[in-house]
């Protein structure tokens, strides 16, 4: 099994942590996590891909074992994220990459194409959103509406995203077989957004997702002139981003491959054995391993 390593590096003064594995000659993937969790979720795919390329999954600032300043000394945008995870992509000398993005890591990701579109190779999205259709409205109407008003009732509504309750729901609704999903993957998140002062970070990128539709209809123009390679491999039961946001990448770009699967948002935990392939597969024909 190949080895994964766990690194800090220090990225416009703020101390963010990555996990790296493979060769560093080796055509890289970046993994870009979601809420609310960090590069913990690759912890099984890496070893699964390594023998080829070499990939580099960071936390966002706030996340993980990164550093989670407080919001009067960061400005949590998902602008500012991108910002330090470009920056952190120059410290490591990657220019050349491609990228599989999940939740919140699909709108980051989306920000290093469109600024810099001839670095991105390949691109694998998984429950990652770029259409307004890949939203399901059940979840999203509360958050709409804190975007609206931040009063009392609506932030107390949002703040239920924080719970232990809602965050196993993230992981367990929609999966085939709640048994196969650990508990160490919603113990650990909740222990990390329980952080002092860390409710106000996850309140204010609540409020800057609503940066982040406005931008797709930039998303779909890199689509439909660069024609990235991209794999769209989906839960079809995610009660976040449902199966219609898979379905429309293929609009923009003809060539996109869409896998609808049985399982939930955090695919990994429970379809690794079919996602591992399917990836190896997609970018052997695009971006060789070595």
Known sequence: MAQVHHRF????????????????????????????????????LMPRLADGYHLIAPDHLGFGFS???????????FDALTDLTAG??????????????????APIGWRLALRAPEAVTAIVTQN???YDEGFVEDFWRPVWAYQRDQGPENEQAIRQALSLDLIKWQYVT???????????????????????????????????????????????????AHQPPLLAVWGR???????????????????????????????LETALDEVAPMIREFLGTRVPAR
């Open 9 to 44: 590096a220090d990225i416009q003064g703020h101390r963010l942590f990555y996990r790296a594995a493979g060769p560093a000659d080796a055509p890289a993937l970046v993994l870009l996590h979601g809420f609310p969790t960090s590069s913990f979720m690759f912890r099984h």
């Open 67 to 77: 550093d989670a300043p407080g919001v009067d000394d960061f400005d949590y945008t």
């Open 88 to 105: 952190l992509l120059g410290h490591l000398g990657l220019d050349r990459y491609a990228l599989y993005v999940q939740d919140y890591g």
């Open 128 to 130: 990652g959103n770029a």
């Open 174 to 224: 929609g999966v085939p077989d709640e048994s196969l999903v650990s508990p160490d993957t919603w113990h650990h998140d909740f222990q990390q957004v329980s952080r002092p002062g860390n409710d106000l970070v996850q309140l204010k990128l609540f409020r800057d997702y609503a940066t982040n539709s406005p931008m797709y209809p930039r998303v779909h123009e890199y689509l439909r």
């Open 237 to 267: 039961n995610d009660p976040i981003f449902g199966p219609a946001g898979a379905r429309a990448f293929v609009r923009d770009n003809p060539k996109a491959e869409v896998r609808l699967l049985d399982g939930g948002h955090f695919l």
